[in-house]
Structures are given as structure tokens and as C-alpha cells.
T-cell receptor, first 112, second 115 residues
Framework: GESVGLHLPTLSVQEGDNSIINCAYSNSASDYFIWYKQESGKGPQFIIDIRSNMDKRQGQRVTVLLNKTVKHLSLQIAATQPGDSAVYFCAETDFGNEKLTFGTGTRLTIIP | EAGVAQSPRYKIIEKRQSVAFWCNPISGHATLYWYQQILGQGPKLLIQFQNNGVVDDSQLPKDRFSAERLKGVDSTLKIQPAKLEDSAVYLC?????????????FGPGTRLLVL
């Protein structure tokens, strides 16, 4: 039978447009969040992180938004490029646990 | 700076056989992690080392999985005997120290297929 895990959420975006990838977390004690990018055949690569005392953090072409009230995290990628095509994972941890817990991931496809 | 190295990149074995994976972390990184990533899912931590000591192995199936980091640098992960459900990518990561706020750098992974 099919594995539930094969059904990754997918997002297709036209090259040059902005994309938003969402992540819900369940642990209200989580206080540190990271977005990773994983290209085919490679390990996850750090993109950007945010601590729970912030609600927004910007990097180069990427912005992470954190809404602790609804336990929601999003990654915004501006002016998408073909090289942005990958699976994006959010990860969380809480102080004292010191262990990353990864979400399921979202597959982003950039349409040329 | 050289990244995390892993070998082999691919391995196909039959169930009940044994297999071993090798990881060389980034030079100077004290903390080393092994993750299992099943197709379509996020990585799941199996074991975490600080130098040559185990920090967390709570999610390691110890009846068949073992890992060591004898000299606090390279690490090996072994599965004996393998089951069909062990088919996955095994990722090694390292960070400069134990705190989770330290960025983890991942290797390319070893893709294991158990037939």
C-alpha cells in the first residue's frame, strides 16, 4: 500500500513570483525554529532561523514569520529562481531539549 | 571549509543482512548526529554524540541499530539485521557544540534500500 509520507504538500510558483511555505508546530514549549532546504540527493541546508522572542526575521530574499498564538511558522521567498526548487522543512526545538524535531516538508517547484 | 562526508552514497542489501555507514564531520565539530529520513518525511534523530559520548539515543532501535564514535571524530552507524522498513536515507550532521542553537551541517546522506 501507499505510504502516507509520500504525499508531501506541494507548491508550484512561477519564476520571479514570491512564494510562501507554511508550517504548523504542536509543542507550545518550542522556542527556536529553523527552516531547511533540501535539494534532491543532498542533505538539508540551513536557510534561516528565528527565536520565539521575535515574530519576524529577514535574510537574503527570505523572511520567516512566527505566530506563537496559533503555533504557525512561514517562510517567504521573494523573486523565486529555478534554484529554489527543493523540499523545505521547518524544525523546532525547546530550550533544555536540545533536539531538533523536523516537520513533514513542502515541495516547492519553480516554473520557468 | 570541507563539509560533512558520508559513505557509501548508496547501498542495496537483502533483509537480515548487515550494513554499516561512515561519517566524517566538519573538522573541529564536537557534536555529531545520525538521522533517518524515510521517503517523503523529515529527518528523525537516531543518536547524538558529544565528542565520543552518547548524549541521546532514545530513538535508536537498539535491538538492531548501533553507533559509535570511538575517537570523537568519525562515526559509524550499523544495522544488524536489516528489515524492509529500514529503507531510508541516513543523514549525518555535525555542529560545533551541543547547544541546539548551533547550526547543524548535514552530509549528503546514504540511501539504503532493503529488499
Amino acid at each position: 500500500g501507499e505510504s502516507v509520507g509520500l504525499h508531501l504538500p506541494t507548491l508550484s510558483v512561477q519564476e520571479g513570483d514570491n512564494s510562501i511555505i507554511n508550517c504548523a508546530y504542536s509543542n507550545s514549549a518550542s522556542d527556536y525554529f529553523i527552516w531547511y532546504k533540501q535539494e534532491s540527493g543532498k542533505g538539508p541546508q540551513f536557510i534561516i532561523d528565528i527565536r520565539s522572542n521575535m515574530d519576524k526575521r529577514q535574510g537574503q530574499r527570505v523572511t520567516v514569520l512566527l505566530n506563537k498564538t496559533v503555533k504557525h511558522l512561514s517562510l517567504q521567498i521573494a523573486a523565486t529562481q529555478p534554484g529554489d526548487s527543493a523540499v523545505y522543512f521547518c524544525a523546532e526545538t525547546d530550550f533544555g531539549n536540545e533536539k531538533l524535531t523536523f516537520g513533514t516538508g513542502t515541495r516547492l517547484t519553480i516554473i520557468p | 571549509e570541507a563539509g560533512v562526508a558520508q559513505s557509501p552514497r548508496y547501498k542495496i542489501i537483502e533483509k537480515r543482512q548487515s550494513v554499516a555507514f561512515w561519517c566524517n564531520p566538519i573538522s573541529g565539530h564536537a557534536t555529531l548526529y545520525w538521522y533517518q529520513q524515510i521517503l517523503g518525511q523529515g529527518p528523525k534523530l537516531l543518536i547524538q554524540f558529544q565528542n565520543n559520548g552518547v548524549v541521546d539515543d532514545s530513538q535508536l532501535p537498539k535491538d538492531r541499530f548501533s553507533a559509535e564514535r570511538l575517537k570523537g571524530v568519525d562515526s559509524t552507524l550499523k544495522i544488524q539485521p536489516a528489515k524492509l522498513e529500514d529503507s531510508a536515507v541516513y543523514l549525518c550532521a555535525s555542529s560545533s557544540n551541543l547547544a541546539s542553537r548551533e547550526t547543524q551541517y548535514f552530509g549528503p546522506g546514504t540511501r539504503l534500500l532493503v529488499l
